[in-house]
């Protein structure tokens, strides 16, 4: 099914997911999806290993955790971010290195003080490699961090590579 991207979502200077002056991190790329879905993408490289070729769990789970926790964010326009309170995995498939992969996270439950979600990690077929399950609480970023935007570079930084739609399995 093709999706309309709606918007894509801010980077930072420093964070290992998103930041793109870390360069141990992942660079990767947020997106909104039509249905409020998040996608993400990111090309993970050999210092993210674990055996060889093969991506690490824990930074499979940091990419989960990360995608689905900024699901909130797009829903409250940064009035409320998402601080995991539980987090489950269960790997499926060996992820590879050096390719292009997707990352999804969506709301499945909303409520006052907290929200719960779901996310996969997809292999370049759509075959899904990884998949997460979590309970964030939701928190204005005042009582998370010491959070200064400008300091952090929090902000939308376009590429000529950024997808205006893309095609994902329902």
Not at 16 to 29: D, E, I, R, T
Request: proline content about 5%.
């Amino acid at each position: 099914m093709r999706y309309h991207v709606h918007e894509k979502q801010q980077n930072s200077k420093m964070c290992f997911v998103c930041g793109l002056k870390n360069v141990a991190g992942l660079k990767a790329s947020f997106y909104r999806l039509e249905n409020n879905e998040m996608l993400g993408l990111f090309t993970p490289g050999d210092e993210h290993q674990s055996y060889p070729n093969r991506l690490h769990g824990g930074i499979a789970a940091a990419i989960l955790d990360e995608t689905i926790g900024r699901t909130i964010l797009a829903l409250h326009e940064d009035e409320v971010w998402g601080v995991t309170v539980d987090f489950n995995l269960k790997y499926r498939k060996p992820v590879p290195l050096n390719v292009e992969l997707r990352v999804r996270g969506r709301i499945t439950k909303e409520g006052g003080r907290l929200f719960e979600g779901s996310g996969e990690i997809l292999l370049p077929d759509g075959t899904v490699a990884v998949e997460a399950t979590g309970r964030y609480m939701k928190l204005p970023i005042d009582k998370i961090a010491d959070f200064d935007y400008e300091e952090q570079e929090w902000e939308v930084v376009n590429g000529p590579s950024d997808p205006v739609e893309i095609e994902l399995n329902p």
